[in-house]
T-cell receptor, first 114, second 110 residues
Framework: SAVISQKPSRDICQRGTSLTIQCQVD?????MFWYRQQPGQSLTLIAT?????????ESGFVIDKFPISRPNLTFSTLTVSNLSPEDSSIYLC???????????FGDGTRLSIL | TQLLEQSPQFLSIQEGENLTVYCNSS?????LQWYRQEPGEGPVLLVT?????EVKKLKRLTFQFGDARKDSSLHITAAQPGDTGLYLC??????????FGDGTTLTVKP
């Protein structure tokens, strides 16, 4: 199974600033996803990070707020821009998925906004 | 939008008790997976079920996929404090996306 390293594990940021989260996988993967999760709750898909093209965003999420990069098949970044208290959450990257294929997750980034 | 309803949302039991978590949808999934997540970590896969009516056992955990592939259940026998965590079901479609259930927070008291 893929090993995913996600950084930072946690951060505390000021309002109006931005935070970039990195996701590194130990093997080449086709599909990478970014999720948001409130503690103890389910996962909400933000976007699918596509290698070599623009990310595919889910309803309610826009590129200006959550720009994503996917420069190669092992790496992706998610930036949360113009931070507000509502952005306080856990952000998770994952790889895999599809019919009968499990998803593997990073340990998440816990973001708090002052 | 495909929705997965998970119940109960919270469950607090004593060590040694049995429990069942349910995952229901009106949609058909090509496969369904169960994950467990502990604080500070990402979800970890427990099992994948693919065939309608399939039953899989993982030690004290029994997973069942409904005949119509719209629902699933997770049964834990003789729960232990180490079973404490957030349990998530996730349905997969052939399009490659996962739909996650609402989650069940399980607390097993010693």
């Amino acid at each position: 199974s893929a090993v995913i390293s996600q950084k930072p594990s946690r951060d505390i940021c000021q309002r109006g600033t931005s935070l970039t989260i990195q996701c590194q996988v130990d093997s080449q993967v086709t599909m990478m996803f970014w999720y948001r999760q409130q503690p103890g709750q389910s996962l909400t898909l933000i976007a699918t990070a596509n290698q070599g093209s623009e990310a595919t965003y889910e309803s309610g999420f826009v590129i200006d707020k959550f720009p994503i990069s996917r420069p190669n098949l092992t790496f992706s970044t998610l930036t949360v821009s113009n931070l507000s208290p509502e952005d306080s959450s856990i952000y998770l990257c994952s790889v895999g998925g599809g019919t009968a294929q499990p998803q593997h997750f990073g340990d998440g980034t816990r973001l708090s906004i002052l | 939008t495909q929705l997965l309803e998970q119940s109960p949302q919270f469950l607090s039991i004593q060590e040694g008790e049995n429990l069942t978590v349910y995952c229901n949808s009106s949609s058909v999934f090509s496969s369904l997976q169960w994950y467990r997540q502990e604080p500070g970590e990402g979800p970890v896969l427990l099992v994948t079920v693919v065939t309608g009516g399939e039953v899989k056992k993982l030690k004290r955990l029994t997973f069942q996929f409904g005949d119509a592939r719209k629902d699933s259940s997770l049964h834990i026998t003789a729960a232990q404090p180490g079973d404490t965590g957030l349990y998530l079901c996730a349905g997969h479609t052939n399009a490659g996306k996962s739909t996650f259930g609402d989650g069940t927070t399980l607390t097993v008291k010693p």
